[in-house]
């Protein structure tokens, strides 16, 4: 009976997180402005370039979506969450404070910490990986997707991200 709880707990925790990041994803492409306004929007964040960026940050999240959902190949769709997230938080959250009703990061991290705990409980038996007998969970897999996913992320905003600078404010 455990088993099965566990099981449920993963496919509902799938069905939750794997359709929104789909969306989110979709939305960059499909949404009002577009992969343009996407565009604009990561260039005015800073990510250079910003078209790569917004092309490459849609992808994420349908592919991580996609592989959530359907419960395959755990942990890597946890870590490419876990990317975006960060991601998110140091560009498009930063210096907002916590609340998402006040631009900061508390949803990214949310979805972030979901991701782990999904790549530790694992897909389950209702998964893809359950059809194939690949079942990977437990502490090593949330260490590797919060790992690969932070160490991305690291890497990509060190490469890729300059920011305007604010001129500072003197008193003369």
Known sequence: MKARGH???ALVLRATLGPMLFAHGWN???????LKGTTGWFEALGLKPAAVHARMAAGTEMAAGVGIALGAANPLPAAATVGLMTVAACTD???KGFFVF????EYVGVVGGAAVA???LG??????DGLLRRQRGGAGAALLAAGIGTASAAA??????RPEQKPEETDH
């Open 7 to 9: 099981d449920v707990a």
């Open 28 to 34: 960059k492409v499909a949404g009002p402005g577009g």
């Open 93 to 95: 959250h930063r210096d």
């Open 102 to 105: 006040k631009g900061g990061w």
């Open 118 to 120: 999904l790549a530790a």
């Open 123 to 128: 897909n389950g038996r209702y998964s893809v």
């Open 156 to 161: 990509l905003l060190a490469a890729c991200y």
